[in-house]
């Protein structure tokens, strides 16, 4: 057996404690030591694991060794999916994968279509009189209403989409790992007390509507599913709906929004890749569909939706080499594998092409993995880069944000997001 990874000096920890930087400073000087390392915050010693071979290892292929533990979003989704373990998490999981399957995203198609065709219409409106608009506002409504149609066959209401705005504030309460120095659990939530009762009333308005029926103009969703569900399987209580509800709300449009914010933003650093895309083929054709997907791909490989996987050993185990024994924290960061120049060239640059050009993209299987992998991978996978590919489709070809101010950076808390608002006018493309 192994020895430990090579651990980050204490007074490079204590200078960037009293620097105030964010996490990932700190994780990046923990990730020079190679792709596995360790460092201490107070007295508790955690596992950065970067390299490919070890997220491979980690989440793909002993992922019964390495857990979640105190789910980081559990006062937002209770016992959802997301923060379930053991054989909860199973059930759950099967329950919900069949409708994230390629046939199970067929029967939300129309649902994803009206959703970008009313982003459409409203850029085509604000780019008729000139209105300015918010981009990353317009990207959350997007997702949130492609969502919500899929969750309760209703398009999204002004009503609804306001009280829905606590989940944005909710998350960003969120603290960015398990152990984050600060206040406490029970001080976060008396914090957002208010929004978890704002988010709490609506998916209780939700439930109801739903079991009174007639399912909406889409027809049932994902919600009667749940509802179906609680006939037979005595655990699909109404907490437990209440907690997938909020579950599938808060990852179905969360981390779409943010990626296809960020997606514009680097449009507008690099301009001339909005044209790349749609000089790659006709409309609908299999080509600009590839160059729109790499498009997103490469904004996820810069800001990965999930930016940090925490996990738990819960045995002894040798990681590349090193000695992990159990009860130790580990972090996954494919925000600092994705900008691996060993594993991606040129790491900073936003370059779409590493995803059409053979031998552009590592082959190693855990070089990439912004939706994680191996048996926790998000479930919502297909479904948001189908709903991404086809607003990109609608959009690209018609209009162009410019921006009266962008942000410059990104604060990394739960997710990665832009460090400011995106107001813009609507420019149409000749």
């Keep these: 057996m192994g020895g430990p990874p090579p651990e980050l000096d204490a007074s ?9 930087g964010q996490l990932v400073d700190l994780l990046g000087r923990v990730g020079a030591l190679g792709g596995v390392g360790a460092f201490r915050l107070g007295a508790r010693r955690t596992v950065l694991v970067t390299g490919a071979q070890a997220v491979q290892h980690v989440l793909a292929q002993h992922p019964d060794r390495y857990v979640k533990r105190s789910h980081r979003a559990r006062m937002l989704v209770g016992d959802g999916v997301l923060s379930a373990s053991g054989e909860q998490w199973k059930q759950q999981r099967r329950l919900l994968q069949a409708q994230f399957t ?19 219409d409203r ?45 944005e504030t909710v998350v960003a309460a969120l603290p960015t790992t398990p152990t984050a120095p600060g206040a406490g659990q029970a001080a976060v939530e008396a914090a957002v007390a208010e929004d978890l009762a704002r988010i709490d009333a609506v998916a209780e308005h939700a439930i109801a509507a739903a079991r009174r029926g007639p399912a909406g103009p889409d027809g049932p969703g994902l919600l009667h599913v749940l509802l179906d569900a609680s006939a037979g399987r005595p655990e699909y209580t109404d907490r437990l709906i209440r907690d997938e509800l909020v579950t599938l709300l808060v990852a179905g449009h969360e981390t779409t929004a943010k990626t296809l914010a960020w997606l514009y933003l680097l449009l507008d650093r690099n301009p001339r890749l909005q044209d790349w895309a749609l000089n790659a083929g006709a409309a609908g054709s299999p080509a600009r569909r590839d160059a729109v997907q790499a498009l997103v791909g490469e904004t996820l490989r810069l800001y990965p939706a999930a930016w940090l996987m925490p996990r738990h050993a819960v045995e002894d185990d040798v990681l590349t080499g090193y000695r992990i024994e159990a009860g130790t924290d580990l972090f996954v960061c494919p925000y600092l594998t994705h900008r691996d120049p060993q594993l991606w060239p040129e790491p900073e640059r936003f370059d779409p092409e590493r995803f059409t050009v053979a031998g552009r993209r590592p082959a190693l299987p855990g070089a990439y993995y912004p939706f994680g992998i191996g048996a926790r991978a998000c479930l919502g996978l297909q479904f948001a880069m189908r709903e991404m590919t086809v607003l990109l489709e609608l959009l690209l070809p018609a209009f162009t944000p410019a921006y009266r101010a962008a942000p410059t950076g990104a604060v990394l808390g739960f997710i990665v997001r832009p460090d400011g608002p995106m107001p813009a006018v609507i420019r149409a493309r000749r």
Excluded: K, N, Y
């Design 102 to 120: 390629g046939p199970g995203i067929r029967r939300f198609e129309q649902r994803i279509a009206a959703a970008a065709r009313r982003a459409a």
């Design 12 to 20: 490079v920890v204590e200078q960037w404690s009293s620097s105030g």
């Design 123 to 167: 850029w085509a409106e604000c780019a008729r009189t000139g209105r300015p608009t918010d981009v990353g506002e317009d990207m959350r409504f997007f997702a949130l209403d492609t969502i919500w149609r899929s969750l309760t066959g209703h398009p999204l209401d002004e009503a609804t989409h306001r009280e829905l705005g606590a989940i």
